[in-house]
């Protein structure tokens, strides 16, 4: 035997981990989904990152589903509001605040997509609905037709974002657009004669543009639209 018995030393020599909490759950997340991507943001590779067990992390966030909607609320806290308070035409102002909501899914693609499926429940969520709600009640849009307004709204961005992300990432999304061109120039006018009348319409102008008539389509669809039935609930 040696003089001097040997010290226990710990398991565990590198510092205490810090403690979990939903906060630094959601931004591990977020760093997560900037370096690799949303589809690699899983409650086991997070786990990993955070060098704990899956199991412990489901005590902040029920699963996968709910841990991507609160990686959407928190990216939302970028979405510019400030339209809801300035001066000018409402219209003008929520199609800037809607225009900045959809900035903000362009930049994530794969967030984009799962918006669509998403139900963000945080702080800067409501803060969104609560600009978009502000701005429709000063259009004078009835309390009821503007609470049903702002998931149309809403979810017309949060599609248009989706699908121009998603043709963006696509490798072959110019010779798909070729051929959808092509077939809408040389329809023929027997079969389909409004296609062959207005195909050079079906195609015109840019992104932009079409993203604008869009927003003000539906808002002034909204404000002629009838009173909404709001009788039970939804799901």
Do not use: C
Request: proline share 6%; hydrophobic share 45%; aromatic share 4%.
């Amino acid at each position: 035997m040696t003089a001097h018995a040997r010290e226990p030393r710990s398991r565990r020599e590198r510092p205490a981990k810090p403690a979990l909490t939903r906060a630094g759950i959601i931004g591990t997340a977020v760093e997560l989904m900037r370096a690799e991507g949303l589809e690699r943001v899983t409650m086991r590779r997070l786990a990993q990152e955070l060098d704990t067990g899956p199991a412990s992390l489901y005590v902040y966030v029920r699963n996968t589903a709910e841990l991507h909607a609160a990686i959407l609320d928190q990216l939302l806290g970028a979405v510019d509001l400030t339209p809801a308070q300035a001066d000018g035409d409402w219209r003008d102002r929520l199609t800037r605040l809607l225009g900045s909501y959809l900035a903000v899914l362009f930049e994530h693609p794969a967030l984009a997509r799962s918006a669509l499926v998403a139900r963000p429940s945080g702080e800067h969520y409501l803060d969104l609905v609560e600009a978009v709600l502000a701005l429709l009640g000063e259009g004078g849009l009835a309390p009821a037709g503007a609470a049903w307004a702002v998931d149309l709204l809403l979810l017309f961005t949060t599609s248009t974002a989706a699908e121009q992300s998603t043709r963006r990432q696509a490798a072959d999304a110019q010779d798909e657009w070729d051929a959808l061109t092509a077939a809408l120039r040389e329809a023929a006018p027997a079969r389909h004669p409004h296609i062959a009348a207005l195909g050079g319409l079906l195609l015109s102008g840019t992104g932009e543009a079409r993203l604008a008539w869009g927003f003000q389509a539906l808002i002034s669809g909204v404000l002629a639209a009838p009173a909404p039935d709001t009788s039970g609930s939804t799901p």
